[in-house]
Nanobody, 123 residues
Framework: QVQLIESGGGLVQAGGSLRLSCLAS????????MGWYRQVPGKERELVAS????????YYADSVKGRFTISRDNAKNMVYLQMNSLKPEDTAVYHC????????????????WGQGTQVTVSS
């Protein structure tokens, strides 16, 4: 069984920054592609960013390109999402997700999910 635990959410003013972290326990972390989704009530869940098992390739949604950076540290079983120049429309619950497999740049069918962390950006 794999557990994903997010942290780092909170309230920030527009233009500010936050760093989300996700700790994975259980199966071999380095065999997963990892990603961050966000969910707003009444809207479809959106894949924000994802990263291959070794960090060699990344995917970003157009809405966050140039502002968000995903990274991972396989030695620590951690994946991060650095969010800069935050906008009110970035407000959402952010979920960490993992999909088993190598060479997956854009995750599509996560095998594991975290509980989520709330990010609120005030204008």
């Amino acid at each position: 069984q794999v557990q994903l635990i997010e942290s780092g959410g909170g309230l920030v003013q527009a233009g500010g920054s936050l760093r989300l972290s996700c700790l994975a326990s259980g199966r071999t972390f380095s065999s997963f592609a990892m990603g961050w989704y966000r969910q707003v009530p009444g809207k479809e869940r959106e894949l924000v960013a994802s990263i291959t098992w070794n960090g060699g390739s990344t995917y970003y949604a157009d809405s966050v390109k140039g502002r968000f950076t995903i990274s991972r540290d396989n030695a620590k079983n951690m994946v991060y999402l650095q969010m800069n120049s935050l906008k009110p429309e970035d407000t959402a619950v952010y979920h960490c997700a993992g999909e088993i497999g190598f060479h997956i740049e854009k995750i599509a069918r996560p095998d594991y999910w975290g509980q989520g962390t709330q990010v609120t950006v005030s204008s």
